[in-house]
């Protein structure tokens, strides 16, 4: 099947500074990705949509400066934790949308682990 | 999206059959049934999908009544490493993201 990465796996950063996560498909275009976090014991909470070439769509709660999100390629979605604090650390996880693919049609990535110190 | 009612968490014997139910009385007729799982620390797995027929893979079959308001993930001989939380999602076939629930946290217990 389809396969989404994730780099870094994990990652600990001190408080204040900001962290970058990519998420790319590596084996088809995915027009759209989505973004998640986990914290503990808990499910997944979607923070954001990714469309490719354009603004990332964020869902209530979840501040747009904070947590920046960038699609520029079919390939590769970024999301950026800038100002980190203790509170961000979470497991966030991305997913792709192949639009070529049939019903199940979105893939998940491994997941990265955000420790901020 | 229709919401999805699971139990909280189940144990299985290994080797036995586990049966994981999913209450969905809301689906709307064009809404398929996807099940995921996630093992610890990873990210989801695509388990398997269906819209009314029952389904099967290599991984689990899927059981729909026909009503189609609940459904059933059957994994034939549950293994250690099938300890998970697995996740029933209810959604348009190309909608846009999926909402998990708290989903079931299936214990394979030796």
């Known amino acids: 099947g389809a396969v989404v990465s994730q780099h870094p796996s994990w990652v600990i950063c001190k408080s204040g500074t900001s962290v970058k996560i990519e998420c790319r498909s590596l084996d088809f275009q995915a027009t759209t990705m989505f973004w998640y976090r986990q914290f503990p014991k808990q499910s997944l909470m979607l923070m954001a949509t990714?469309?490719?070439?354009?603004?990332?769509?964020?869902e209530q709660g979840v501040e747009k400066d904070k947590f920046l999100i960038n699609h520029a390629s079919l390939t590769l979605s970024t999301l950026t934790v800038t100002s980190a604090h203790p509170e961000d650390s979470s497991f966030y996880i991305c997913s792709a949308r192949d639009p070529l693919a049939g019903a199940y049609e979105q893939y998940f990535g491994p997941g990265t682990r955000l420790t901020v110190t | 999206d229709a919401k999805t009612t699971q139990p909280p968490s189940m144990d299985c014997a290994e080797g036995r059959a586990a049966n994981l139910p999913c209450n969905h009385s809301t689906i709307s007729g064009n809404e398929y049934v996807y099940w995921y799982r996630q093992i610890h620390s990873q990210g989801p797995q695509y388990i398997i999908h269906?819209?009314?027929n029952n389904e099967t893979n290599e991984m689990a079959s899927l059981i729909i009544t026909e009503d189609r308001k609940s459904s059933t993930l059957i994994l034939p001989h549950a293994t250690l490493r099938d300890t998970a939380v697995y996740y029933c999602?209810?959604?348009?076939?190309?909608?846009?993201?999926?909402?998990f629930g708290p989903g079931t946290r299936l214990s394979v217990l030796p």
């Open positions: 999602i209810v959604r348009v076939a190309n909608g846009q993201n999926f909402v």
């Open positions: 990714s469309n490719e070439g354009s603004k990332a769509t964020y």
């Open positions: 269906g819209l009314k």
